[in-house]
């Protein structure tokens, strides 16, 4: 898989499979319902191929249900009521904001700023800033040790090891949350920029729903330090991180199986 699409179908069939073995067990010949969380925006020829990979490897029904609606559902929400909710799901490759009401995404905009491109923006400041080459595994852990988006109470600090630009030899420095803030500044901006764009372009009665309840973060990406805080005063609403914002989406989806027959119409199915 890559960006949610299939790249390889084979192997995309031999992963379910083994998925399938692991949830019944070796001995089991049983033809399971699968239901697969897939991206918004995803063309009907990429759906077929979700849907028919999953047959292939032996699936008896497929369901699909699209991001946003499952890190909705996995964040608590009642997707069936008319009230309207607006998720902001961060993940690793894109950002995927969605309103739902009434069990269907009203609005959605996904845009590629997410957790990668925070950790590239982060590489690039301490390249900027202190000629130190680092690698990417070492910008994520900079992000989530120490990365914030306003100032905190207490700054944290952390010793990055990387490659001097200059020496060519390794060295350390300690970076400061103050510095991880100025890194991904940018990157953040974007996000809140996207919010934005999609309440300005959201129907007036749905956006007082939202006015009044808040927008809600999941993905990994919700747990950057005070996301909460710099978006909520971006926007002029209050804004809460999901509870394991990081399992949002995957809980979400397990519960929209577990409800497939209250659900069945939300679904495509063929
Ligand atoms: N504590 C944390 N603080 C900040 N970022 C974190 C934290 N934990 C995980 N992340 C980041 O969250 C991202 C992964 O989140 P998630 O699992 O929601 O993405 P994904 O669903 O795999 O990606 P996508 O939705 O784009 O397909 C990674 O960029 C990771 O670095
Ligand atoms: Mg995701």
């Known amino acids: 898989m890559k960006d949610g699409v299939i790249a390889d179908f084979d192997m995309t069939e031999k ?5 399938i073995q692991k949830a019944h067990g070796r001995s089991a010949l049983i033809s399971p319902r ?22 292939s490897a032996g699936a008896r029904e497929v369901f699909l249900i699209e991001e946003p609606m499952a890190a909705a559902i996995g964040a608590g929400i009642d997707i069936r009521e008319p009230q309207g909710n607006l998720v902001v799901d961060i993940g690793g490759g894109t950002t995927e904001i969605g309103v739902v009401s009434l069990g269907g995404l009203v ?4 845009i590629r700023v997410a957790g990668d491109k925070i950790d590239q923006a982060i590489i690039d400041y301490v390249k900027r800033k202190y000629n130190l080459l680092i690698g ?17 109470d207490e700054e944290l600090t952390m010793i990055v090891n990387g490659r001097d630009q200059v ?11 103050e510095d991880a803030r100025e890194a991904m500044r940018d990157p953040l901006k974007e996000i809140g920029e ?25 993905g990994g990406g919700a747990l950057i330090r005070q996301l909460d805080k710099f978006l ?20 979400g989806t397990g519960r929209a199986l577990e409800e497939i027959d209250l659900l069945q119409e939300l679904f495509e199915h063929e």
Do not use: W
Request: hydrophobic letters at 50%; aromatic letters at 2%; one cysteine or more.
């Open 167 to 177: 020496e060519g030899l390794l060295s350390s420095i300690e970076l400061t949350s």
């Open 232 to 251: 909520a005063e971006l926007v002029k609403i209050p804004v809460y991180v999901a509870e394991e914002p990081l399992l949002a989406v995957a809980k």
């Open 107 to 110: 609005l959605s905009k996904s």
């Open 136 to 152: 990417e595994r070492s910008a994520e852990e900079i992000k989530i040790g120490i990365g914030t988006a306003m100032p905190l």
């Open 194 to 218: 996207a919010l934005r764009a999609v309440l300005e372009v959201m129907p007036p009665d749905l956006a007082g729903d939202i006015v009044n309840h808040g927008i809600i973060l999941t």
């Open 34 to 55: 699968i239901i697969i969380c897939v991206p918004y925006g995803l063309t009907q020829v990429e759906r077929k191929a979700v849907r028919e990979s999953a047959l």
């Open 15 to 19: 992963m379910i499979r083994k998925f």
